[in-house]
């Protein structure tokens, strides 16, 4: 099992569950695939990598305004407030 996601995916209050979920579901796999005495699954491993925190925001803040950008493209003009407010993301880097 392999959980690809960045530092706010991770600290989002879902993800421990959906970690332990999917660690679970591959315990009950493992289980229905042997007939014979299961071992038990190896802990997960958690793998954190980091990068320049201006560069993550720089990153951040580009992604985010470039997924407003696309979704504009293709006729979604009206935000959802009750997610995000109207000020979000910030116009500007400096914001």
């Known amino acids: 099992f392999c959980f690809d996601?960045?530092?706010?995916?991770?600290?989002?209050p879902t993800a421990p569950y959906l970690i332990?979920?999917?660690?679970?579901q591959q315990q009950q796999n493992q289980h229905r695939n042997q007939q014979h005495q299961?071992?038990?699954?190896?802990?997960?491993?958690?793998v954190?990598?980091?990068r320049n925190p201006i560069d993550q925001a720089i990153s951040w803040w580009k992604?985010?305004?470039?997924?407003?950008s696309w979704g504009e493209s293709i006729g979604l003009?009206?935000?959802n407030t009750e997610l995000r407010s109207e000020k979000y993301p910030p116009e500007t880097i400096e914001d």
Request: net charge negative.
């Open 20 to 24: 332990a979920s999917a660690y679970h």
């Open 77 to 79: 003009y009206e935000s």
């Open 63 to 68: 992604y985010e305004n470039n997924a407003i």
């Open 5 to 12: 996601g960045c530092a706010q995916y991770l600290s989002s």
């Open 38 to 46: 299961l071992l038990p699954l190896p802990p997960p491993v958690l």
């Open 48 to 50: 954190a990598c980091t």
